[in-house]
């Protein structure tokens, strides 16, 4: 456990002509939650999609637990949380089916569940409180209960990191509060944890540290000296002391 | 006439028995690969791929290589080239599959054309259902059980591709390859659908199946069953008609399909457009008896 947990280390990027991060460098400890506070195309979902290893840097590199992330990142086991735009809710699976996707790394040729792996879901599924929903379509799930299905999912993963995209957008207070209790526990437990939001209230209660990212990590600190206001400023432009 | 004997009459000709055999086993295969087109949002690209296989089909028939070969080939080529354009100009990605499929089919045409036997392969263009020889069926056999058996066996990779590749590409599977599987599954059930159905109507049967059973169920295991039923009993009826109505049985397969997805647009209990509103009707009712 001598490594951090995440290194990105000076990651750029680029779609096409479009430069989407620019000479990123971050370095997440163990057993921490990690705000990720940045403006629409600061290059959050860029970020994670990196991490994850799903888009290649132009330049730079990442490393899970210390080693290059092609075989590390499958050990460490990443759970994902997608932005809502990024789902397609009308898919005819239930709650179930999504959460037992969380095991499909461990099962073998054609992913057949054993009983150890459908007790791992409805463990999975009582922690997050969605035992009662586990046969609804994805779908029909309020918008903080579609959150916790998929913090489920990669509980049943057994991930040691969490990424989530905007975990709190469209979501109920309640299950805002239900959501930062259960990363507040899976950190505990030495999950480490990224956090992207625009939700900056939410911010001191649920994280340990924070990063302001525009295209490259302006600043990471405390949550408190991040939420600044001059640094805030830096981050979104004049305008963000009028928002809200 | 009693029923029997209508089910049964057209089964004392081999060349009818060879027709219903073969289309169960595309109407199976087609239907259940379906399933994954709709849901991804690849219809278009299923009727790219299955257009653009046929020159591929015709070259394998001038050198005697197998169909599926030379569809797989094509294939390939026709999912490079749209890539290709897509990503290298300003052309959008509807366009590309306009542009490369279109191409690759008229190259078929071309080659058709300039291919001496030619009542063979026009019938790849309209189908053969009732002219399909025992070597056809045998190939229709093999190729229908490979496809069939590798969707059935990585149905889960598949439907979790579908869903989240993102997940999939962080729990270790690669989505490039299954995307990359999922479109060779696609020219091998192309293949098998040409002796029924022939490329143009292809589509129809890659298409109808998966987004009719959608329309009845919550459950993606659920519509892996509903596809297949609904897609051999229309082949079935279509192909009956054909022969009592002596209309084109390929053409007759799909107007079936077709109707069939009409009534349960209007009617399906879960996503009907009458169907929602009598199922509301009927809570009301049974609210104001209780």
């Not at chain 1, 400890?29 to 994670?48: A, E, P, Q, W």
């Not at chain 2, 069953?225 to 109505?245: E, H, W």
Request: hydrophobic share 50%; charged share 15%; net charge positive.
């Amino acid at each position: 456990m001598s490594h951090p947990a995440i290194v990105v280390d000076n990651v750029t990027v680029h779609y096409g002509d479009v430069l989407a991060l620019d000479g990123a460098s971050l370095s997440l400890d163990h057993s921490r939650i990690c705000g990720l506070v940045g403006m629409n195309g600061s290059g959050k979902s860029t970020l994670f999609k990196t991490i994850m290893g799903m888009v290649k840097p132009d330049s730079g590199r990442v490393l899970i637990n210390g080693h290059a992330p092609v075989k590390s990142r499958k050990e460490a086991g990443i759970g994902y949380v997608p932005q809502s735009e990024d789902v397609d809710w009308a898919f005819p699976l239930s709650v179930r089916d999504v959460v037992m996707m969380g095991r499909y790394g461990q099962l073998g040729f054609t992913r057949r569940p054993r009983k150890a792996d459908r007790d791992a879901v409805g463990q999975a599924l009582e922690r997050v409180e969605l035992s009662d929903f586990a046969d609804r379509q994805i779908g029909q799930l309020s918008g903080g209960q579609k959150k916790r299905a998929f913090v489920a999912r990669g509980i049943a993963q057994g991930a040691t990191m969490m990424l989530l995209d905007e975990p709190f957008a469209g979501v109920d207070k309640r299950s805002e509060a239900t959501i930062t209790r259960l990363l507040r526990e899976l950190a505990a437990d030495g999950a480490t944890i990224l956090v992207s939001t625009h939700d900056l209230h939410a911010l001191p209660q649920l994280c340990d540290e924070a990063v302001l990212l525009m295209r490259r990590v302006l600043m990471h600190g405390s949550p408190d000296m991040v939420l600044r206001p001059e640094n805030l400023a830096m981050a979104f432009g004049l305008d963000v002391m009028n928002r809200d | 006439m009693d029923i029997l004997n209508f089910l049964l009459e057209p089964l004392s000709y081999d060349f009818m028995v060879r027709a219903l055999a073969t289309t169960a086993i595309a109407a199976v295969v087609c239907a259940v690969l379906s399933c994954w087109l709709v849901l991804i949002g690849w219809s278009l690209m299923g009727d790219a791929v299955s257009h653009a296989v046929l020159p591929g089909v015709v070259l394998a028939y001038i050198v005697g290589a197998p169909f599926a070969l030379g569809a797989l080939v094509f294939a390939l080529i026709a999912v490079t080239m749209i890539g290709v354009v897509r990503n290298t100009s300003r052309v959008k990605e509807d366009a590309a599959i306009g542009i490369v499929f279109t191409s690759l089919f008229a190259l078929g045409l071309v080659l058709i054309s300039v291919t001496p036997s030619q009542t063979d392969l026009n019938h790849i263009i309209f189908g053969n259902l009732l002219g399909v020889s025992i070597p056809d069926l045998i190939q229709v056999v093999v190729l229908g059980v490979v496809a069939f058996a590798i969707l059935i066996f990585k149905r889960r990779d598949l439907t979790l591709y579908a869903f989240d590749p993102t997940h999939a590409h962080a729990i270790g599977l690669s989505p490039k390859r299954l995307g990359a599987l999922l479109l060779g599954l696609l020219a091998l059930t192309s293949v098998v659908a040409l002796q029924t159905v022939g490329v143009v109507l292809v589509v129809a049967m890659l298409i109808i199946p998966g987004a009719t059973a959608y329309l009845l169920t919550d459950r993606f295991s659920r519509m892996l069953v509903i596809a297949p039923v609904i897609s051999v009993v229309c082949s079935m009826a279509g192909i009956y008609l054909s022969y009592y109505l002596d209309t084109a049985s390929g053409a007759m397969v799909v107007v079936t399909q077709g109707a069939v997805f009409a009534v349960v647009y209007l009617f399906s209990p879960r996503q009907g457009l009458i169907g929602t509103r009598m199922a509301r009707a009927r809570r009301k009712r049974a609210l104001a008896t209780a």
